[in-house]
């Protein structure tokens, strides 16, 4: 072989690094298509809050409800990965999860598996579905990376209640979650690393499961899969 061809040790390091890191990211690109994949056509628990709004008619489907319902027909109906949003607090939310997981695990004492790249989707009947943050024994875990003004907010969410009051789409994501992975409790958990002192940078609650409520979200998600088919059956 020409020398002049031969790589140097610390050459070879290099690209052998930069095809690790192109095979990390693709594999990283295939997972998250195959959890849209696997997410398309369901109602989830991040937008679950999207069927209960009006709720002074439960059993009726408010037009925001529909709307999404529509939507999950026209997933359902077309080739392709989903349309999906991600914006600058969004990524830095992703960017920043898993060190809040981290962190709360060496608070509590708590160990919290299916985090980050190894979450996965959990199925609920054939129709709705949701992915956590994280699974432990007998709970799962919410993680929001909030802006600081809004952690300052959520610092003041000590339970369910305050949770609904502050936020309820959060408190129906969470409820419709313990719903799909059989919990009886879930813990919120807001965490902003830019925080001068790290006391102030973590805050979790425990969330427990209402069964009222559970009930309320199994009405109207039996409507909005109710209407889903029925609106599909128009293509047949």
Not at 55 to 65: D, F, I, M, W, Y
Not at 74 to 91: I, V
Request: glycine share 6%; proline share 3%; with cysteine.
């Amino acid at each position: 072989m020409n020398s002049a061809l031969q790589l140097q040790p610390v050459e070879m390091n290099v690209i052998q690094s930069l095809d690790l890191g192109a095979l990390n990211n693709l594999q990283a690109d295939k997972s998250h298509e195959e959890w849209l994949l696997q997410r398309k056509g369901k109602f989830t628990a991040s937008e679950i809050h999207r069927l209960m709004t009006a709720l002074s008619k439960p059993n009726e489907l408010p037009v925001g409800a529909i709307t999404y319902v529509i939507e999950k027909v026209a997933e359902t109906l077309t080739d392709g990965l989903p349309e999906s949003f991600s914006s600058e607090a969004m990524q830095w939310g992703k960017d920043n999860e898993v060190e809040a997981i981290e962190k709360f695990e060496e608070k509590t004492r708590l160990f919290v598996n299916n985090t980050g790249e190894n979450q996965k989707f959990i199925k609920y009947g054939k129709h709705a579905g949701c992915t956590p943050d994280g699974l432990g024994y007998g709970f799962g875990a919410e993680t929001k990376c909030p802006k600081s003004s809004t952690h300052v907010i959520y610092k003041g969410i000590l339970n369910g209640q305050d949770l609904k009051k502050i936020n309820s789409d959060y408190y129906w994501q969470i409820q419709f979650s313990m719903l799909c992975a059989k919990k009886s409790k879930w813990f919120f958990i807001s965490y902003d690393k830019r925080f001068s002192k790290e006391k102030h940078r973590l805050h979790y609650a425990v969330i427990e499961r209402n069964e009222n409520d559970i009930e309320l979200l199994k009405l109207r998600l039996q409507l909005a899969i109710d209407k889903k088919l029925e609106l599909i059956k128009n293509f047949k």
